[in-house]
């Protein structure tokens, strides 16, 4: 893809300092951040959380809070931007300049109908009658690849999946054909198949309305994919920026070159256990296993005068099993039963039809103290760290609550523990006085697994647990999880989307779709060579770095220095 005419940009960033007032003083988000933006380029910036990434654009839309103090220039088609009144900003944005969001549950009206979320922004800048405004949301639902744009018109975002939710705020965005698209994270935690339709579209919309984009993401395999240009930033700074192939493939500051490294595809992988599926008693076996769930929604039956409410299947058949200390990845679209398949192991949800069993006993037969110590031996990491960590309690009441209400540690030697588990995930201990807020989503899921640990579980389900995260924290949790596995002898049902860290941590997979296993085996044998077409299909949406092989070297050589 050649780089446009760079002559005329549509937008010159010079200088842009971002602080923000606290009780404490001023906190330095943003310092001194200089690049431009040709129409109809597609820009991407990489960096950590925390490095100013999502800042900076917020600042180019005049999103901020009123706690940021802004410095420097920010020039959009000639015109400057920081000197804007609210009345130009409400002109601006929609109409010339638009933002997509990492999480679109959180940016939709869970109250309003799509059509009319999309059709407010026509109805503002366009003139449109409620009437038009819904014929064009019709249009845009259907250009950004919604099947039955007619009837998810009038649907609620609870009623779309997380792809489709994606989509619609695009539609929302592009609706009143703006000239510059800020695209924030807009594929994180979407499966690698929505992911590839939603790059897609993108660069679709890129090439029919020269839209000028630009892209965030903390996967370097998705800037490369549909990215011209680069920004690499660290703590608020630009480290380096370029031409996207030049930067992959030379990279210059060691900063890029660690998130070049830390990317779970080019991460070193340790020796697989190609017997360890074959021998002994498994821990876990899954029979035939199916869940069925009631549907939202009900319908009439007329010729028996009676309302019925259909029911769903989530798992259909699923039979597997786990041996001791085995990583077994399970991967698979939203919806294929992933989740579902490992709430049914923990006890989470009943089945339908079928049985798992621990250690030879059905889990859903357990009672009593049997049961207890079955709760004690299976424990979950989520993939929200903070949706599943008590948002009042402290790291260090977090950790000690399982241990005092299920006996763990005497009453004297309970703080001693938590110290202890704490420096087991690599925690600092300066942080065990604080609540998850004072926290980055790295440290909240080290805390997450330090609390599964403190029960001294035999498995480890991971559902997701880095889908979220940058990569250089990835990189860490997952050293974390293969360090714990060989020290402790865990066995690790690990659920994820991302192919790339699967493979980088798992013996064996299983391949879902649609509640059934469609392919299994030794990770490296599958995912080299699959044999399903679906497989097939996983594999070819995975994103991937072009690395020249000089540059395939230094990533493997610093593919665990310090994040």
Not at 127 to 155: F, K, N, T, Y
Not at 406 to 412: K, S
Request: a positive charge; glycine letters at 8%.
């Amino acid at each position: 893809m050649s780089a446009p005419d760079r002559a005329a940009p549509l937008l010159e960033v010079e200088g842009l300092t971002v602080d923000f007032e606290t009780r404490a003083g001023p906190v330095s988000a943003v310092r001194g951040v200089s690049f431009s933006l040709a129409p109809g380029e597609i820009l991407g910036i990489v960096g950590e959380s925390g490095s100013g990434k999502s800042v900076t654009c917020r600042a180019i839309l005049g999103l901020l809070p009123r706690t940021a103090r802004v410095g420097g220039s920010i020039r959009f088609d000639g015109r400057e931007l920081t000197h804007f009144s609210e009345a130009d900003w409400e002109h601006m944005r929609g109409r010339q300049g638009a933002m997509i969001f990492q999480n679109p549950a959180s940016h939709l009206d869970p109250l309003m109908r799509i059509g009319a979320q999309i059709g407010e922004s026509l109805r503002h800048h366009m003139d449109r009658s409620g009437p038009e405004a819904r014929r064009d949301a019709i249009h845009l639902l259907s250009s950004v690849g919604i099947a039955q744009p007619e009837l998810r018109v009038d649907s609620f975002p609870h009623e779309l999946s997380g792809g489709m939710k994606q989509r619609a705020l695009i539609a929302g965005a592009i609706a009143c054909r703006p000239r510059l698209l800020l695209a924030d994270e807009p594929t994180t935690a979407l499966d690698v198949t929505v992911q590839a339709r939603i790059l897609e579209l993108l660069r679709a919309l890129n090439r029919q309305h020269e839209l000028a984009i630009i892209l965030i993401s903390h996967d370097l395999g998705v800037i490369a994919e549909i990215c011209q240009r680069v920004l690499v930033m660290r703590d608020g700074a630009l480290v380096e920026q370029g031409r996207t192939r030049d930067l992959v493939a030379t990279p210059k500051h060691p900063y890029t070159q660690l998130l070049i490294a830390s990317q779970p595809g080019l991460r070193l992988r340790r020796p697989r256990r190609t017997g360890a599926h074959a021998a002994g008693q498994p821990l876990i076996e899954v029979q035939d296993l199916s869940v069925s769930f009631r549907a939202p929604f009900r319908w009439i039956d007329l010729t028996k005068g009676q309302v019925r409410a259909p029911r769903i299947r989530a798992l259909d058949g699923v039979t597997f099993a786990l041996h001791p200390g085995e990583t077994l990845g399970v991967v698979g679209e939203s919806g294929s039963g992933k989740s579902t398949v490992a709430r049914a192991i923990a006890r989470l949800l009943s089945p339908s039809a079928g049985r798992v069993l621990f250690d030879g006993a059905d889990v859903h037969q357990l009672t009593g103290q049997d049961l207890l110590r079955f709760r004690r031996s299976v424990q979950m990491v989520f993939q929200s760290p903070y949706d599943s960590l008590n948002p009042r309690l402290t790291v260090r009441q977090t950790l000690a609550e399982p241990l005092r209400r299920h006996r763990l540690a005497p009453p004297r030697k309970i703080d001693e523990r938590v110290a202890e588990l704490a420096s087991m995930v690599e925690l600092p201990q300066d942080l065990l006085d604080r609540t998850p807020r004072q926290l980055s989503g790295g440290q909240c899921q080290r805390v997450g697994i330090a609390r599964a640990l403190a029960m001294q579980p035999r498995l480890l389900i991971a559902d997701e647990v880095t889908s979220s995260l940058d990569v250089t924290t990835q990189a860490q949790i997952l050293s974390l999880l293969e360090r714990l596995r060989a020290e402790a002898g865990l066995t690790m049902l690990y659920i994820s989307h991302d192919l790339a860290v699967v493979r980088a941590l798992c013996d064996r997979v299983l391949v879902f779709q649609a509640g059934r296993i469609v392919e299994s085996g030794l990770v490296d044998e599958v995912l080299a060579r699959p044999q399903n077409s679906y497989t097939q299909t996983l594999l070819r949406a995975v994103p991937r770095l072009a690395l020249a092989p000089q540059a395939q070297f230094q990533a493997e050589g610093t593919a665990h220095a310090p994040g």
